[in-house]
């Protein structure tokens, strides 16, 4: 059971790939079971009639953690796995980094990236006021600024009201990667053989999921370090 910022890290270190809250289609670990001994959704005590009174003590701790554990620079946390909340560990960052298809940013996505290189971490807020770009609009980029691993998440910044905002930044200049990074065939094969080894036999679907890669790049992966078996219609993988 997870009760602290540090064993929080040292989870994260070891399992390598999380999310923050469970995802039912996804084969991820994630820190809520580890905080709540379970992935049930009991988040909030509410009264008889069903009313939200206040978070339970572990919702409380989990919501302050993730962006704690980036802002005190012991673990990854960002939208960067399958459009969620993830924890990743700077260990496998390079891996990671170098699993992903190249992209270059266009458009907001590229406005948003080259106002935080020049003018460092940003919130929401402060990149609608500095792009004058929608909401929506504004939060679809950084998404997908932190699904390319562009950016990720430095740090909270109070606000006005009951929410802070947070601060996005370079996932590069936040975590800084080594001049070499591994081969993209050899990082997927690191990263399925690590969720493979957690999750026992997959699908390709369940590999592809958390990262975005085809189905068929995903089963080929899958053909190179698992043994493969047909099972009412789908192909199952599982550790040799």
């Known amino acids: 059971m997870v009760r602290s910022l540090e064993e929080a890290a040292a989870w994260i270190d070891r399992?390598?790939?999380?999310l923050v809250f469970p995802k039912a289609d996804l084969v991820l670990p994630s820190l809520w079971e580890q905080v709540n001994g379970s992935p049930e959704q009991?988040?909030?005590v509410r009264d008889g009639d069903g009313g939200f009174v206040r978070w339970t003590g572990e919702m409380g701790f989990l919501w302050g953690a993730k962006d704690e554990l980036p802002a005190?620079?012991?673990a990854c946390v960002g939208k960067h796995l399958a459009r969620v909340a993830a924890?990743?560990?700077p260990r496998l960052l390079p891996t990671l980094v170098a699993s992903r298809d190249d992209e270059a940013p266009e458009g907001l996505e590229a406005e948003v990236a080259a106002l935080i290189e020049d003018g460092g971490p940003a919130t929401g807020p402060e990149l609608r006021a500095a792009t004058g770009a929608a909401k929506k609009d504004v939060d679809?980029?950084?998404a997908s600024l932190h699904r390319q691993l562009v950016l990720t998440t430095s740090h909270l910044v109070e606000q006005d009201g009951p929410w802070g905002a947070?601060?996005?930044e370079l996932l590069a200049r936040k975590w800084p990667l080594p001049s070499t990074l591994p081969a993209r065939s050899d990082a997927r094969r690191e990263l399925s053989g690590l969720v493979l080894a957690r999750a026992g036999e997959l699908t390709a679907a369940d590999l592809a999921a958390p990262f975005g890669w085809r189905r068929k790049e995903a089963a080929a992966v899958l053909d190179e370090i698992a043994v493969g078996r047909?099972?009412?219609g789908f192909?199952?993988?599982a550790r040799p």
């Not at 399992?15 to 999380?18: K, P, Q, S």
């Open 15 to 18: 399992t390598g790939l999380a």
């Open 42 to 44: 009991n988040w909030a």
């Open 72 to 74: 005190a620079g012991l």
């Open 87 to 89: 924890c990743i560990a």
């Open 140 to 142: 679809k980029a950084v």
């Open 166 to 168: 947070i601060a996005h």
């Open 230 to 232: 047909d099972a009412e």
């Open 235 to 237: 192909r199952i993988w």
